[in-house]
């Protein structure tokens, strides 16, 4: 069955530092795809990232970048000289490969950056 | 491009009172359409899968006379949580995607409040 682990619940830094959320996640499927969103407080949920399982590059995006390593199921999140305004949740998710599949979320992680 | 809007942003009801909640693809079609139900601190929960012209897919434990949707065109899925009671209190958030497997975009949710 697929799962999403997101072992952090919370992390706390100060801005400009560095930090990484983690995700690990469980699928049978050999196709599948894997994405990072982004929760502010106010509730909506912006898209950062799409990855598909045959695509092991790591991407780097401004100041986020992600590791996607298939060998250990994880798909790691990188925010570089972290500012206040990524405080926020994070959630990792999961789909598989068929058609109009749903996405299976983490727990989420809340980064508070404070100033 | 790939805008979600989601009406209302938040209601406030007593109990007993029915809520249709819209959930409108601005700029794309989309053939399926996805519920979630969030509740405070945690994290997204799939209620079921809105497909056009047919009937919803739910998932175990929701309850498909409670939570009605219908999706009537590929630009527009409502949900109506029928007689409303506080334990269906929660945020709301529904997604589309233009295709298969790629991103879904996100509503802003709708914050429901049965007193």
């Known amino acids: 069955a697929q799962k999403v682990t997101q072992a952090q619940t919370e992390i706390s830094v100060v801005e400009k530092e560095d930090v990484t959320l983690d995700c690990v996640y469980e699928t049978r499927d050999t196709t599948y795809y894997l994405f990072w969103y982004k929760q502010p407080p106010s509730g909506e949920l912006v898209f950062l990232i799409r990855?598909?399982?045959?695509?092991?590059q790591n991407e780097i995006s401004g100041r986020y970048s992600w590791n996607f390593q298939k060998s250990t199921s994880s798909f790691n999140f990188t925010i570089t000289a972290s500012q206040v305004v990524d405080s926020a949740v994070y959630f990792c998710?999961?789909?598989?490969?068929?058609?109009?599949?749903?996405?299976?979320f983490g727990k989420g992680t809340t980064l508070s950056v404070s100033s | 491009g790939a805008v979600v809007s989601q009406h209302p942003s938040w209601v406030i009801c007593k109990s007993g009172t029915s809520v249709k909640i819209e959930c409108r693809s601005l700029?794309?079609?989309?053939?399926?359409m996805f519920w979630y139900r969030q509740f405070p601190k945690q994290s997204l929960m799939l209620m079921a899968t809105?497909?056009?012209?047919?009937?919803?897919?739910?998932e175990q434990g929701v309850e498909k006379d409670k939570f009605l949707i219908n999706h009537a065109s590929l630009t527009l899925s409502t949900l109506t949580v029928t007689s409303a009671h506080p334990e269906d209190s929660s945020f709301y958030i529904c997604?589309?995607?233009?295709?298969?497997?790629?991103?879904?975009?996100f509503g802003d949710g709708t914050r429901l409040s049965i007193l």
């Open positions: 990855r598909n399982s045959f695509d092991e």
């Open positions: 809105s497909n056009e012209g047919s009937k919803a897919t739910y």
């Open positions: 997604s589309a995607a233009q295709g298969p497997n790629q991103p879904q975009h």
């Open positions: 700029d794309f079609q989309a053939t399926t």
């Open positions: 998710a999961l789909s598989e490969a068929e058609a109009g599949t749903a996405l299976i």
